[in-house]
């Protein structure tokens, strides 16, 4: 057998066990965090869109003013859910600690 050949190295193979393990925990807590964000924003959008659509059916056409804002805001956060719209972000830097946190 050959020892291994330089340029067949892969970056986890250079990675210690404390690296991977930081590696793959912050990509299971982002992986988390985008579920539940979609999650939340789809929750959002149904109870905003209900709001928008029981007004017009419970006033009519006079109603229709108060509820567009409710369904422009239930369409806006269902599209932002599936990343069809942009949403605004807070730019995060990491603790200057080395710990990885936010």
């Known amino acids: 057998m050959s ?8 970056p986890l193979s250079d990675m210690d066990d404390a690296e991977l393990y930081t590696v793959v925990r ?9 579920v539940v964000g979609t999650l939340a924003l789809l ?5 905003s869109l209900w709001i928008g659509v029981q007004t017009v059916i419970e006033q009519g056409t006079e109603g229709a003013i108060f509820a567009a804002p409710f369904v422009l805001l239930a369409l806006y956060c269902g599209a932002a859910a599936f990343n069809r719209a942009p949403l605004p972000s807070i730019p995060f830097a990491p603790a200057e600690d080395g710990t990885g946190r936010y």
């Open 43 to 47: 929750g959002f959008s149904l109870v």
């Open 3 to 10: 020892p291994p050949d330089e340029t067949q190295r892969t």
């Open 26 to 34: 912050r990509a299971t807590r982002d992986a988390i965090f985008d």
